[in-house]
């Protein structure tokens, strides 16, 4: 069973990067089907797609974050990782790490999902 | 970038009836269509995968179809354990985007 587990600092102050790691219990991070995601859902809202990276280190990022954001991609760990500069309140989201499926263009599995509030 | 509209925005049903949420494409998703549950506080499940396919373990009394730009999540006899927020999304291309959601409830 594929299990993600997200983590990184609760609370971080405007203007500053917003860091989190996701943890893939499987080891599939070395496969080439899937790519690794992260998404975020603000309060009562939608959930909204942040970008992807693959096996090969190919990244995609959503036009509307593409200058602040940046995913990595560590196999030997396990873990990918979203880089967020120069928040404000508007990137407090709850965070999900999620495994894109390309045989069934899903997301398949999702890790919890972590709460990052961004505040002075 | 394709937007997702889904109607309604909520629903409120009785055990045992059949709900039906619809799922509208800005553009052809051709069947790249997929659906999640989501329970407050937790991270959506995913259901129904390229618009009719149910995911292992998900109830077969949850069912989708369409193709094109619209499609449809049926529940046929609702249980109490599906109050829920239900959301599309599309697999087609990326940026990968969600409807807003349908809260469904029971009466």
């Known amino acids: 069973q594929v299990q993600l587990q997200e983590s990184g600092p609760g609370l971080v102050k405007p203007s500053e990067t917003l860091s989190l790691t996701c943890t893939v219990s499987d080891g599939s991070s070395n496969s080439g089907s899937f790519y690794w995601s992260w998404l975020r859902q603000p309060a009562g809202q939608t959930l909204q797609y942040i970008g992807r990276i693959s096996l090969s280190g190919s990244t995609d990022y959503n036009p509307s974050l593409r200058s602040r954001v940046t995913i990595s991609l560590d196999t030997s760990k396990n873990q990918f990782s979203v880089k967020l500069t120069s928040v404000t309140a508007a990137d407090t989201a709850v965070y999900f790490c999620?495994?894109?499926?390309?045989?069934?263009?899903?997301?398949?599995?999702w890790g919890r999902g972590i709460l990052v509030t961004v505040s002075s | 970038d394709i937007q997702m509209t889904q109607s309604p925005s909520s629903l409120s049903a009785s055990v045992g009836d059949r709900v039906t949420i619809s799922c509208r494409a800005s553009?052809?998703?051709?069947?790249?269509l997929n659906w999640y549950q989501q329970k407050p506080g937790k991270a959506p499940t995913p259901l129904i995968y390229?618009?009719?396919n149910l995911q292992s373990g998900v109830p077969s009394r949850f069912s989708g179809s369409g193709s094109g730009t619209d499609f449809t999540l049926t529940i046929d006899s609702l249980q109490p354990e599906d109050v829920a927020t239900y959301y599309c999304?599309?697999?087609?291309?990326?940026?990968?985007?969600f409807g807003q959601g349908t809260k469904l409830e029971i009466k």
């Open positions: 999620a495994r894109d499926n390309d045989s069934t263009e899903n997301f398949d599995y």
């Open positions: 999304q599309q697999g087609y291309s990326t940026p990968r985007s």
């Open positions: 390229t618009a009719s």
């Open positions: 553009q052809s998703i051709r069947r790249y």
